[in-house]
C-alpha cells in the first residue's frame, strides 16, 4: 500500500517539520513564564508564502498546551476586527462559565472530593455597548480577571493586519494597553502582516501600539533548513530522496515554505517507486508543477484584481533587472506621471513590490516577477506604454 503523503501544501496548514522558526518560538515562550516579558505583544510581518500563519498557529497551540485561552482572529481588511474579537472573547467566557438561574455568573475554581461543596468566583457580565455588542474594554477585563484567577492567561492573535484598518487596529492597541499592561492581566497578543504595515510604522503614521510591539521578520528559509524541511517528512515517511535530487529542490524553492510543501508534495506524488525513493527527474517534473501552482495560488489572486493601470505599472518594471526607479516607470508608464505614488502604494499594499529606499521599488520575490512578465505578455501589457484595447475600463485604477 502506498504511504499517504507527508506533505501540506495548504495556506496556514502546519507543514510536518517545522523548521528556522525556533527564535521566534523561543521570544514567544518567555510570556507564558512572565507577562512583563517584552514579547508580551509582538509583530510578525513578511511576504506572502513565508509561514506567518503557520507560525501563529503554533504559538497558538504553545498557549493551548500551556494552559492559556487563545482568541484568534483573521482581519483580511475588512470592517468590524473590534466587534469580531469582543464577539469571540464573550464567547470564551460563555464556555468557560456556567449560568445559573438567577444572580451573578459564577465560575467553577475548583471541586472537592469529599463533598465539602463546590468553590465558585463571581465573574462580572461583559456590558454591551449601545449597539448592544459585547464592550471589548469590558469584555477582556472580565476575561483576562477569571483567567489570572485559574492562574492562565489569554493570548490574542490577528492576522492579515492590513493598514486599511489602522483606525481599528489603534482601537484595538488603546484597549489591549490598558486591559494588559495597565492593568497587569495576563493578556498578550501576536499579530502578523505584509511588509507594507512595516512601512507604515517606521514612517509614524500607525497605530503607537504597533509601534511598540516587538517585532519579527518572517523571511525565507536558509538552505540547510529547507533542506531539512523537505528531507526530514520524506525519510518519517519510509523512504528517501537522492542528493542530487534535494539539492535541485532547495535551490527552486528559494527557501519559500509554501513552495518547500508544493516540491515536496508533487515529488511524492510524481515517484512512481517510493521503495526507490525520489530522483532528479522526478524532482524536476515536481518543482515545473509547484512553481507553476505557487504563481497560481500566491500571485493569481491579486493580479486578477489588479486595473489594467496597475498591470502597466507592473509591466514598466520588467525592464530592469532588480530594482526600478520611480522616475522610470513614470517615464515608460505611459499615463500622469503624478500618479505614480498612488499606484506604487495600491501594489505595495496588493503584496507584489516592495520599498527599497527612497524612490525605488522591486518585486517581492522572483516568483512574482516570473508571473507578472508571463501574465503580462498574455494579456498585452508587456509594452506598458502602449494601452492595452482588449482590456476594458483602465480608468478604474
Not at 528517501?240 to 527552486?252: F, G
Not at 509554501?258 to 530522483?279: C, M, N, P
Not at 492595452?388 to 480608468?395: A, L, Q, V
Request: proline fraction near 6%; include cysteine.
Amino acid at each position: 500500500m502506498r504511504p499517504p503523503n507527508p506533505f501540506s501544501p495548504s495556506f496556514g496548514i502546519s507543514p510536518p517539520v517545522l523548521v528556522g522558526r525556533r527564535d521566534v518560538l523561543n521570544s514567544f515562550d518567555t510570556v507564558f513564564d512572565n507577562i512583563r516579558s517584552p514579547s508580551y505583544a509582538t509583530l510578525l510581518w513578511g511576504f506572502r508564502g513565508v509561514g506567518k500563519t503557520v507560525l501563529l498557529n503554533e504559538i497558538e497551540d504553545r498557549a493551548k498546551a500551556r494552559g492559556w485561552a487563545v482568541v484568534s482572529v483573521a482581519a483580511s481588511g475588512r470592517r468590524g476586527l473590534v466587534d469580531r474579537i469582543a464577539s469571540k472573547a464573550a464567547a470564551l467566557i460563555s464556555s468557560l462559565t456556567h449560568e445559573g438561574h438567577s444572580g451573578p455568573r459564577r465560575a467553577v475554581t475548583g471541586v472537592s472530593i469529599m463533598g465539602v461543596g463546590i468553590q465558585t468566583e463571581r465573574v462580572p457580565i461583559p456590558v454591551p455597548d449601545e449597539n448592544g455588542k459585547p464592550d471589548l474594554e469590558a469584555t477582556l477585563a472580565s476575561l483576562g480577571d477569571l483567567l489570572a484567577e485559574r492562574g492562565t492567561g489569554l493570548l490574542l492573535t490577528i492576522d492579515e493586519l492590513h493598514v486599511s484598518e489602522i483606525d481599528e487596529i489603534r482601537e484595538f492597541g488603546n484597549v489591549f494597553q490598558t486591559s494588559s499592561r495597565r492593568q497587569e492581566r495576563p493578556i498578550a497578543f501576536v499579530g502578523a502582516a505584509l511588509p507594507e504595515l512595516e512601512e507604515r510604522l517606521l514612517s509614524g503614521d500607525a497605530s503607537t501600539f504597533l509601534q511598540r510591539c516587538r517585532r519579527h521578520e518572517i523571511g525565507n528559509l536558509r538552505p540547510s533548513e529547507t533542506a531539512a524541511a523537505l528531507r526530514r517528512p520524506i525519510e518519517l515517511a519510509g523512504t528517501r530522496i537522492e542528493d542530487d535530487a534535494l539539492t535541485i529542490a532547495v535551490d527552486a524553492s528559494e527557501g519559500r515554505p509554501y513552495l518547500v510543501q508544493l516540491i515536496g508534495y508533487h515529488a511524492w506524488d510524481d515517484t512512481e517507486d517510493l521503495e526507490r525513493g525520489i530522483s532528479v527527474a522526478e524532482i524536476r517534473r515536481a518543482v515545473d508543477d509547484a512553481i507553476e501552482q505557487y504563481g497560481q495560488h500566491v500571485h493569481g489572486p491579486v493580479w486578477y484584481r489588479l486595473s489594467d493601470l496597475d498591470k502597466r505599472f507592473l509591466a514598466a518594471m520588467l525592464t530592469d533587472p532588480e530594482t526600478s526607479t520611480i522616475a522610470d516607470i513614470g517615464s515608460r508608464w505611459g499615463h500622469n506621471p503624478r500618479s505614480v505614488s498612488t499606484y506604487r502604494k495600491r501594489l505595495m499594499s496588493a503584496g507584489l513590490i516592495f520599498s527599497v529606499g527612497r524612490g525605488r521599488v522591486a518585486f517581492v520575490d522572483p516568483s512574482a516577477r516570473r508571473f507578472v512578465a508571463a501574465r503580462a505578455a498574455a494579456e498585452g501589457f508587456s509594452d506598458p506604454a502602449e494601452p492595452n484595447h482588449n482590456r476594458t475600463d483602465p480608468t478604474t485604477g
